[in-house]
Every structure is written in structure tokens, then in C-alpha cells.
């Protein structure tokens, strides 16, 4: 029986919503590079011995010799921009079964889950690291190859449009290595890096601050706008036509955001025109009439536009 997934929709039909999309979106961004172009993708470490039957030898709560802080799974542990519950994993070549144990740990890159986190269409979650993290193969590593700093780098794992790509090519378990090459990515002279970047950075302050802060309601409200603002800036840098990125965007109606807080659809239901997701949060559209809103955007799509304004119009009769 298909699993139902928000909204009353099974998982089968938000992929043949996509699937739908797909050769539109796709096509679209044909001439774009991949991330593989941009990264290079690998999966965690192995060992040659089982971990259930080890894992006092394999895996530490405290530091140890030869062993390297990081992270062995991402239920409850990893989300968008965001991880905890570290452990330490044993580096020692004598128990590696694969070259993993040889990777740049220590150089900034992504981690980011093998193992998908929902049955829906919100696939994957990408933590930027710094510190110098070891994972197990349930997750991967994902290294920038050209100028390319992990801010943005994760904005990119976490976006809307990855996570349907990788839907799209639904697998039952993981996100395959492929898959995640695979993914497309805006050019990067379209990227508003120093914004995202302060942005990401901000979101991180933000989520450290929520379990502590006397105001959580307000911080989390905070949180809310601030991976709105993300995820606009990464569509904007796609430049998808306004139809599409609405009904790209639409795939994600209904369906939880792995954040621990609600995270709201990106348009209200009854919202209907085709307003880029980074335009519509620039305006105040509760508040603001037609005419202001003439005099506050900037013109694109005139037939987009011209419905637009009609529907606003007739709300406001």
C-alpha cells in the first residue's frame, strides 16, 4: 500500500507530480553544470570487521588514540545546516575496508545523509563542517573542487530543487553517490555567495540559540524566515521560469521539513499566482495593494504578471 505523506497524497503521487516536471526542469537545465563539477562526492568509512558485533572497538563515546570525532548516523543527529550527538570512530588502517579512511577529513567540506530521511520528497540534509569530522558510510562527504566555500555549498545540498532531483530518481534506501553528482547546480557566477553565506552562518547562531533562548517562539520564527531567504536566493540563482519553480515548490506542500519545528508551506493554499519564491518574499502581500506592489517589483513574465495583478485585484473587490 502507497504511504501517505501529508495533504492525503501518497509518496506515489508526489513523485508523478514530479515526474511531471521533470523533463520541463531538466531540460530547462540541460546546459547547467552538475555537482559533481563543482565537488566531489564519497561515501563514509568501512570497516572490515561488523560494527554490531565491535562496537566497542570501532566506535567511542570519549576521545581515544587513533580515533576522529564525528558522526555514525543522522536520525535525531543531523538536519538542514545543523548536527550534534558527535562520537568518535576508530581511524587505525587496520580495520579499514575501504580508502575512505585516506579522505581530507580535515579539509572543510559537507556532510550530508546516504540514507534518505523521509519517504517524501524532502531527500536529503547537508551540515557544512569545519572541525574536521569523520562519518560512516550511512552518510557522505561532499568536497568543494573549485572556488566554492561550504556555506553555499550546503545551501545547494539543502535546496528545494536538489531534494526533488534526487525524488525524482526515488530510490528505496539511499541517495547513490550518482544521484547526488547528478544533481544540477546554478552556474556560479548567478550565486549571491557573500548573502547565502552570512545567511547560513546566521541560521547556525540561530538554531544553537533555540533550546536556550527565553524567546524560542521568536527565534523560531527567525529560523523560519532566515531558510526561506536561503532557499529563494538558491532558486533565484537557477532561474527557473516562474511557472515552474511555483510547481516545483509545490511538491514539497504538506509534506514535514526535517527541522525540529513546523515549517510552513511556502505559499498560502489560497495564493495562486506564479510569483518567484525570492520576489514574494519581498513583499508584503497581506498589506500591500496592487498599485504598491506595481511600484516595488520588478518587471518580468508580463502574462505572470498581468494574472497576478488580476488576482489581486479581485481579492481586494
Not at 563542517?129 to 568536497?143: E, K, M, P
Not at 524560542?216 to 526561506?228: D, F, P, V
Not at 509545490?250 to 514535514?256: A, D, K, S
Not at 518580468?300 to 494574472?307: G, L, N
Request: net charge positive; proline share 7%.
Amino acid at each position: 500500500m502507497a504511504k501517505h505523506v501529508g495533504n492525503g497524497l501518497t509518496t506515489e503521487n508526489a513523485m508523478n507530480i514530479y515526474q511531471a516536471l521533470d523533463e520541463r526542469v531538466f531540460n530547462y537545465l540541460t546546459s547547467n553544470p552538475k555537482l559533481r563539477d563543482i565537488a566531489e562526492v564519497h561515501r563514509g568509512i568501512e570497516w572490515d570487521i561488523s560494527l554490531r558485533e565491535n562496537r566497542s572497538i570501532l566506535i567511542s563515546s570519549e576521545p581515544r588514540t587513533e580515533f576522529k570525532k564525528g558522526l555514525e548516523k543522522v536520525s535525531k543527529k543531523m538536519e538542514p545546516y545543523w548536527a550534534q550527538g558527535f562520537i568518535y570512530l576508530n581511524m587505525n588502517e587496520r580495520y579499514h575496508r575501504t580508502s575512505a579512511h585516506s579522505l581530507p577529513w580535515d579539509k572543510p567540506k559537507v556532510l550530508a545523509n546516504r540514507r534518505i530521511v523521509s519517504g517524501g520528497p524532502w531527500q536529503i540534509v547537508g551540515f557544512p563542517d569545519s572541525g574536521g569530522l569523520v562519518c560512516y558510510q550511512n552518510l557522505i562527504g561532499i568536497w568543494p573542487k573549485i572556488n566554492i566555500n561550504i556555506e553555499v555549498l550546503s545551501a545547494l545540498v539543502n535546496s528545494p530543487l536538489a531534494n526533488a532531483a534526487l525524488f525524482v530518481r526515488h530510490d528505496k534506501c539511499d541517495n547513490r553517490i550518482k544521484k547526488v553528482e547528478s544533481i544540477p547546480t546554478p552556474f556560479l557566477k548567478s550565486i549571491a555567495v557573500e548573502t547565502i553565506t552570512q545567511l547560513v552562518r546566521y541560521y547556525i547562531n540561530l538554531k544553537s540559540g533555540i533550546k536556550k533562548d527565553t524567546t524560542e517562539k521568536l527565534t523560531i520564527q527567525e529560523s523560519i524566515q532566515t531558510l526561506m531567504k536561503i532557499d529563494s536566493l538558491i532558486l533565484k540563482a537557477y532561474d527557473l521560469p516562474p511557472r515552474l519553480e511555483r510547481k516545483l515548490l509545490e511538491l514539497f506542500r504538506g509534506h514535514p521539513r526535517p527541522v525540529p519545528f513546523d515549517f510552513p508551506d511556502y505559499y498560502p493554499n489560497d495564493f495562486s499566482p506564479c510569483i518567484p519564491l525570492h520576489k514574494y518574499l519581498e513583499m508584503d502581500l497581506k498589506q500591500a495593494s496592487a498599485g504598491e506592489l506595481l511600484k516595488r517589483i520588478t518587471p518580468f513574465d508580463t502574462a505572470d504578471m498581468h494574472e497576478f495583478f488580476m488576482d489581486i485585484e479581485a481579492r481586494q473587490s
